[in-house]
């Protein structure tokens, strides 16, 4: 799976995206991005209790991807199946995970640790592409994303319809329970 993830960060989510489990692999992959010298992969995988989506982080040193770490949860029901904006509560874009992996853990003093964000998104059926600062990034048929930044400061996304017209935006500097996009 490893040379899944890094083939990924690499060549980016196929176009289309898969839409179901590869047998080989064992899981599906939902989200790529990356910003800079950061890069973030979301999956869904098969685990023993049921589905499960997660999201491993890596950091470029020297021209190599170096896997960071990474955590999910497990999967709504229904894990690929694209909502409506009214099926998300009137939001275009939803947070149901984030995550925080130190890049420099080498370093021999506690202080000065860097991070790498990243945050899982659900995008309604009227969302076409996201813009993250000066990225954009097409949605998948599943309507799952992923971000990843690597500044103190985290990006806001905003959630672009067919025209490019800002159908909603999302802070995601904001607490979890916060994390709902402007209709």
């Keep these: 799976m490893y040379d899944e993830l890094l083939r990924l960060l690499r060549d980016g989510m196929p176009e289309p995206a898969p839409a179901e489990f590869d047998d080989e692999t064992g ?16 999956f869904l995988c098969r685990e023993p209790l049921g589905l499960f989506i997660a999201g491993t982080t890596f950091h470029r040193r020297n021209g190599e991807w170096m896997e960071l770490g990474g955590g999910g949860g497990s999967a709504p029901d229904r894990p690929l199946a694209r909502r409506t904006a009214s099926e998300l509560g ?10 925080k992996t130190v890049r420099n853990a080498d370093r021999l003093l506690p202080w000065g640790a860097k991070w790498v964000s990243q ?38 996304v905003e959630a672009l319809a067919e025209d490019g017209s800002v159908l909603g935006s999302l802070d995601l500097g904001q607490p979890l329970g916060a994390l709902r996009s402007t209709a």
């Design 90 to 99: 009137g939001h275009h874009l939803l947070t149901y995970g984030t995550g």
């Design 27 to 42: 899981f599906l992959p939902l989200g790529v991005d990356v910003d800079g010298d950061v890069g973030v992969v979301t």
């Design 119 to 156: 945050a899982r998104l659900q995008v309604s059926t009227e969302v076409a592409r996201l813009r993250v600062g000066n990225r954009f990034m097409s949605v998948p048929a599943h309507g799952h994303a992923v971000v990843v930044w690597g500044a103190r400061r985290a990006p806001v």
